[in-house]
């Protein structure tokens, strides 16, 4: 590549609720070609390479339909970071956005897989080029949403009970969150139209049922409130 060209890229941090669990796994992709060649990477395109895109969001979509192979309920434009040292190909920059996915999303083949996204920014699981920092930079995008809007609700299922709402949440934060708040949080959702009492009722194999809720956003951006869901003073 010569010095005067940049290299851009579109990079996807799709996460999903870990299966059975009340952890975050983000979506990672093996490479096929150099550099890195055989390392789990985010799923990414070279922008206007072989394929020509009309824009940064058409490129997002091809990286989700190519390489990701899936289809999120929720995708925004984090940010961009570039420097001549990302890439061993010279200057280069990437525009990576947040995707989130249902739970039960799963992936087909070799070169698709979901990791804890702890393990990727503790270094148990190492990424290259700066896709660690990538991670790390959406996780504290969704952390800072969760605090003001309804963004982890379209991480789970079609149905949910205030108990997965309370898991989702305290995912995205990082913390335990009051569950009276959330609940709080939730019959305003449902008296704006944004969550739907699908009158259904859960059997745990402990305790007592559970009421089923239904997520059904009233626009392309999640619910913003006028208030914080952490107590004054909280991180």
Known sequence: ???????????????????EAQHLQVLLHRREREPHVGQWALPGVIVNGRIADTSLEGAAERALREKARIVPCYMEQIGT??????DPRGWSLSTYYLALLAPGQAVEGEQL?????????????????????????????????TVYSSLPL???AEKFTVLDALASVQACLGQAVNS????????????????????????????????????????????????????????
């Open 81 to 86: 970071e570039g420097n001549a040292f990302r």
């Open 180 to 235: 009276t708040s959330l609940r709080k949080r939730l019959e305003r959702l449902r008296e704006q139209g944004w969550v739907r009492d699908t009158g259904e009722k859960n059997q745990p194999r402990l305790g007592r049922p559970q009421q089923l809720f239904q997520y059904t956003p009233q626009g392309p951006r999640p619910f913003m409130f006028d208030r914080s869901l952490l107590p004054e003073g909280g991180q």
């Open 154 to 156: 379209y991480l789970l």
């Open 1 to 19: 590549m010569s010095s005067t060209e940049v290299l851009a890229s579109v990079d996807i941090v799709a996460l999903r609720m870990a299966p």
């Open 113 to 145: 897989a979901f990791f804890d996204v702890d393990s990727v920014l503790e270094r148990r699981v190492l990424l290259p080029f700066d896709h660690r920092l990538l991670v790390e930079r959406a996780r504290e995008r969704l952390a800072a949403k």
